[in-house]
């Protein structure tokens, strides 16, 4: 249970049980983050527990990210004693299933306090079926004082929900046909095949077919999909619709497997599809299938979806295109640019090493520069909410305990969340963090230059001592300059059994490669 506790709670936490594990986080968005990175990178449900109203406002950034990662998170808060919220008396949630509604798949208080222990499990069993994400219930606090009804619990202890339904055998034979029938199809890889782990059954698919292969755009993929040092791998998807079309006008099928159809962003208006190109798209969400502007789909669980495929397919021999040429540093400058930040890391970086990633101006450029294979490796805020990276690092460090978790971030990002450095001390969460100092809102400066605003204030940030920051945090904390001396730090960090943190100074822009 990731949580931070108010009197509302305090009912909840008497007498804790001791084969459950409370993790202290001083910040409600840092709460959601935390739990979020833990069940995205367990792979179980993970637990957020909210004070009332004023915590569940502090995390709903954090869950809106949950809902865009499809991570399975139970989230609860506390409630007034059931005498009192009629009269509407202080810390009153006073509407508490419609606070979090639209991001949540279900919102509920339980109207009698026997019911709660039935809530809670019917709100983990949500949380965790397809398609994933948070849900939520808010518990009087007058309910933990009385008795459950031994006999119900006992039965909804026992119960497990299992299984994600599967695609349809036709629908999945029909794309076969079409895909038999294509002359040049494409792959396009989205996060939900590694949330179903369908890694290595997705590479068996585009080495079978010898299809080429594009991950979804980077500012919407809260994990990968597909090695991207593969020799199939032909790089990330535009974000934009105009660019997206154009990036795959020489394809006459595309099929899009565990993703939404697409995370487009900024507006970049034209055509959706090439011209003549079909779309289908494989997602265990039906809501991704509805509302996506074209092409079709087929709802069902993606593993499943891509166990059916393999069988349904023969093996082809194609010309899919060249490879990615090999990452390279770039000019040498001072301050480094973020190319030749990300290439210090990748020398750095070891094979099983975890990204968790919320440096916007360097996303691509860490993308291309480590060309992260394995899977587990990468976490992302798809939510684009920020707050998520430096919370969900700590998650996911709990939840792997064993491979080194690197969270690289800028200096901007880390104050969203700034208080997870002393969760990670707290608990000896080994993260390595990597803050980029650029100085400024990096990204936003660009998004200044697409949106042809000018003169906008508030997109610097002079004189922010991050590394003094988390110093008083109880990080330790170390400043570096140039490229080598960035990987000789990183390599310190990553070896060392305490949360660290380096802080790199890189000259501002947007790092594209
Ligand atoms: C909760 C939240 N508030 C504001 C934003 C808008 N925003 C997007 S990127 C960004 C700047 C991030 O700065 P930094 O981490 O220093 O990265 P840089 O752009 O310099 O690479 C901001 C403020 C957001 N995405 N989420």
């Not at 792979?43 to 502090?58: C, F, K, M, Q, R």
């Not at 970086?349 to 394995?374: H, K, V, Y």
């Not at 080598?484 to 070896?495: F, G, K, S, V």
Request: proline share 9%.
């Amino acid at each position: 249970m990731f949580g931070n506790p108010g009197s509302t709670e305090l009912p909840m936490l008497k007498d804790f049980p001791s084969d459950f594990r409370y993790v202290l986080g001083l910040q409600e968005l840092v709460v959601m983050g935390m739990a979020d990175g833990y069940a995205q990178a367990s792979g179980t449900v993970g637990h957020a527990n909210l004070h009332t109203a004023p915590g569940v406002g502090n995390a709903m950034g954090g869950i809106f990210n949950a809902q865009a990662n499809h991570a399975p998170v139970l989230v609860t808060a506390g409630q007034q004693v059931r005498p009192h919220v009629g009269i509407q008396a202080n810390l009153t949630n006073r509407d508490a299933t419609r606070m979090p509604h639209p991001l949540v798949k279900w919102s509920f208080e339980p109207a009698r306090a026997a019911d709660v222990p039935h809530a809670l499990a019917r709100g983990i069993h949500t949380a965790g079926s397809a398609p994933k994400g948070p849900a939520f219930v808010s518990i009087p606090m007058d309910d933990w004082e009385a008795e459950a009804d031994p006999a119900s619990t006992d039965l909804i202890m026992k119960r497990h929900v299992a299984g994600a339904p599967a695609p349809d055998p036709d629908a999945i034979g029909a794309l076969a046909g079409t895909l038999a029938d294509a002359s040049r199809p494409v792959m396009i890889a989205g996060p939900d095949i590694d949330a179903s782990g369908a890694w290595d059954l997705a590479v068996e698919f585009a080495e079978k077919q010898s299809l080429p292969v594009f991950a979804i755009p980077a500012t919407g993929g809260g994990r990968l999909g597909f090695p991207e040092g593969h020799p199939n791998f032909r790089g990330t998807l535009p974000p934009g619709i105009a660019p997206v079309a154009d990036t795959l006008k020489d394809f006459d099928l595309i099929i899009v497997v565990g993703a939404s159809v697409f995370p487009y962003y900024p507006y970049l208006p034209g055509e959706f599809l090439p011209e003549g190109a079909r779309l289908i798209q494989i997602t265990s969400d039906p809501e991704e299938a509805a509302r996506a502007p074209m092409g079709s789909a087929i709802v069902g669980d993606v593993k499943q979806g891509l166990v059916q495929l393999l069988a349904r397919v023969d093996e082809v021999e194609r010309d899919n295109g060249e490879p990615l040429p090999d990452p390279i540093p770039g000019e040498e400058q001072s301050p480094i640019t973020g190319t030749a930040a990300m290439h210090a890391l990748r020398q750095a970086f070891p094979d099983d090493g975890i990204i968790i990633l919320e440096a916007p101006s360097a996303t691509l450029a860490l993308r291309n520069q480590l060309r992260l294979s394995r899977p587990g490796s990468y976490y992302f805020g798809a939510g684009g909410g920020l707050g998520f990276g430096l919370a969900a690092a700590v998650g996911v460090q709990l939840a792997q305990p064993d491979r080194p978790v690197v969270c690289v971030i800028g200096e901007g990002s880390v104050q969203y969340a700034v208080t997870a450095f002393w969760t990670a001390v707290a608990y000896d969460v080994p993260v390595t963090f990597l803050v980029l100092r650029n100085a400024e809102y990096a990204i936003l400066k660009w998004f200044a230059m697409v949106e042809q605003v000018e003169n906008a204030p508030g997109l610097d940030l002079p004189a922010l001592d991050t590394a003094a920051i988390a110093s008083g945090y109880g990080v330790n904390s170390t400043k570096v300059e140039d490229a080598d001396a960035l990987t000789e730090a990183l390599r310190t960090a990553i070896a060392s059994p305490k949360p660290e943190l380096v802080e790199v100074g890189v000259a501002p822009g947007m790092w594209l490669f």
